[in-house]
T-cell receptor, first 112, second 114 residues
Framework: DSGVTQTPKHLITATGQRVTLRCSPR?????VYWYQQSLDQGLQFLIQ???????AKGNILERFSAQQFPDLHSELNLSSLELGDSALYFC???????????FGPGTRLLVL | GDSVTQMEGPVTLSEEAFLTINCTYT??????LFWYVQYPGEGLQLLLK?????DKGSNKGFEATYRKETTSFHLEKGSVQVSDSAVYFC?????????????FGTGTKLQVIP
């Protein structure tokens, strides 16, 4: 158990809908990262927050957004969902930037 | 831009065989290098890391040495077990202007047969 929790574990929704994925980092970790893992594109870094502020941006679509709250938990919002958004979404946390990341168990999203 | 190249899988080995999974990188600045492992149905776990040239990371019998001259961070294990069957990801992190960039390789699936 990495200490990073993600909810929900599974999510099934329809195209065009909007969903919110939640992540609670390990106690004391200030950085939160979001990743998308799909069969055809592998593991893609989406975005990083550090102590409430955006720190780095990867291959995140404009339809996706994220935020980190004062209690350091983070949410990833996915809107206007498409079939291709079906993937495993991982959250990771670290104490500070550029340090070892601890991954959560992931949220499996299926868009029908 | 930064990139990580891993050998294509799957890699299939018999138990107790020697393992090498190649990883090479391109990066600006001085990256930290990592190997993560993903067991079936689970998230990624840190396996080992190295933060500067010539550092050797090691854990659970796995080793990798940060080679700046060849921009490589190959993962090795002397004798694999069935329980090592998983997907292995090489990754790097660079920091520039206070901003961090994370780059993962595509992953290499390892299958160890008894």
């Amino acid at each position: 158990d990495s200490g990073v929790t993600q909810t929900p574990k599974h999510l099934i929704t329809a195209t065009g809908q909007r969903v919110t994925l939640r992540c609670s980092p390990r106690s004391g970790d200030l950085s939160v990262y979001w990743y998308q893992q799909s069969l055809d594109q592998g593991l893609q870094f989406l975005i990083q927050y550090y102590n409430g502020e955006e720190r780095a941006k990867g291959n995140i679509l404009e339809r996706f957004s994220a935020q980190q709250f004062p209690d350091l938990h983070s949410e990833l919002n996915l809107s206007s969902l498409e079939l291709g958004d079906s993937a495993l979404y991982f959250c990771a946390s670290s104490v500070v930037s550029a340090e070892t990341q601890y991954f959560g168990p992931g949220t499996r999203l299926l868009v029908l | 831009g930064d990139s990580v190249t891993q050998m294509e899988g799957p890699v299939t080995l018999s138990e107790e065989a020697f393992l090498t999974i190649n990883c090479t990188y391109t990066a600006t600045g001085y990256p930290s290098l990592f190997w993560y492992v993903q067991y079936p149905g689970e998230g990624l776990q840190l396996l080992l890391k190295a933060t500067k040239a010539d550092d050797k990371g090691s854990n659970k019998g796995f080793e990798a040495t940060y080679r700046k001259e060849t921009t490589s961070f190959h993962l090795e294990k002397g004798s694999v077990q069935v329980s090592d069957s998983a997907v292995y990801f090489c990754a790097l992190i660079t920091v520039s202007g206070g901003y961090q960039k994370v780059t993962f390789g595509t992953g290499t699936k390892l299958q160890v047969i008894p």
